[in-house]
């Protein structure tokens, strides 16, 4: 019997094309083959080194037991806000009072008390409440104007409510100190001398802010805008308007300021009022004596420069350098005279 032919096709090598080195396909494929073969070998040696940095990283970490919270301070509202007013209130109207007609300010605050971390042996040797503990913190004044702190511990449990734990304390407040020089309300202002053109502007605004009239107060602002309108006071009898120091905002020109009047002035103004009783009559003089009825605000006047300056906008002591022109008019509403809503 002829011997079995065990030659295979694919043992003939010159049926194979050799790859041509000299191929942009070949060349890449065997690019990406050493690129591979760098990072297996990175991974490999580096992963030892990574292994032992984690382990040393988790080593130092902190026990999760002992992260803690930071304690939050001056919280506007709590469970125990409530309990602490109305026991401030109880001591200060007690018999006999702890000071002459003492009244709370301001409530300014409260903190908690933290929880010790204790042992166990230490947990066994004392008692520990099973509340909340709140400090209530309160500036109180008496009748000579002396002030106070004050503070008060509330207990705060979820089941139980809240309860003062004892009455308030009592710390006196060092004065204010006397004789210091305040040079104003404004930052970035220099001092200017208001006109007469200017004390008739103030006081022309200040008749038709106090008369009740929108339509009046608009024409007085100068305000074109159909859709504008203004609130005045209602229920004025009277009305003085005094300018009590102004001031501009410097206007520099070839590297000197100015000596120019200035196109627009910020000022504070005093009105002095006299309200009209229920009646519709101005009431008595003397419930003005006092200087209670004396409010003040900033005021921004544009064509300051000119003989006939506008108060424009107006706003609280301290507000002059961030006034805008116009910006208390009432937009898209139509007010009527005598509309105190």
């Known amino acids: 019997m ?37 990072y297996t070998h990175l991974a490999v040696w580096s992963f030892p080194v990574t292994a032992v940095l984690l382990a040393m990283v988790w080593v130092d970490m902190p026990n999760p037991d002992e992260f803690k919270m930071p304690t939050i301070t001056d919280q506007v509202d709590s469970p125990g806000k409530a309990e602490a007013i109305i026991a401030t209130d109880a001591w200060l109207a ?47 004044a008496d009748a000579a104007g002396n002030r106070y702190t004050s503070e008060v511990a509330v207990a705060v449990s979820k089941r139980e409510g809240a309860v003062a734990l004892s009455t308030p304390s009592l710390s006196p407040l060092a004065p204010s100190a006397t004789g210091w020089a305040s040079t104003g309300t404004w930052y970035g202002l220099q001092t200017a001398t208001a006109s007469d053109e200017v004390q008739v502007a103030v006081t022309d605004w200040a008749e038709a802010f106090a008369s009740g009239d929108p339509g009046v107060l608009r024409q007085r602002v100068g305000d074109e805008a159909s859709n504008h309108s203004y609130m005045p006071l209602n229920g004025v009898a009277s009305v003085e308007a005094s300018v009590i120091t102004a001031g501009s905002r410097p206007v520099i020109e070839d590297g000197v300021v100015s000596d120019d009047d200035p196109k627009e002035l910020i000022a504070q103004v005093q009105l002095k009022l006299v309200w009209l009783d229920s009646e519709g009559n ?60």
Do not use: C
Request: hydrophobic share 30%; charged share 25%.
């Open 2 to 38: 002829p011997k079995k032919n065990t030659h295979s096709i694919w043992d003939d090598t010159e049926l194979a094309e050799s790859p041509n080195v000299k191929s942009k396909p070949v060349q890449s494929s065997e690019a990406a083959r050493r690129v591979m073969r760098g």
């Open 282 to 341: 101005p009431r008595n003089d003397k419930q003005n004596s006092s200087g209670n009825s004396v409010i003040t605000y900033d005021v921004l006047i544009a064509k300051a420069n000119t003989a006939s300056p506008q108060v424009v906008a107006w706003g609280g002591p301290g507000s002059g350098t961030s006034l805008e022109k116009f910006q208390n008019a009432v937009i898209d509403r139509e007010l009527t005279d005598g509309e105190d809503n």
């Open 94 to 140: 007690s018999v006999p009072a702890p000071i002459v007609d003492g009244h709370v300010v301001s409530w300014d605050g409260f903190r908690d008390i933290d929880r010790p971390k204790l042992d166990e042996l230490t947990k066994k040797a004392v008692t520990t409440p099973g509340y909340d503990i709140e400090m209530h913190r309160f500036t109180i």
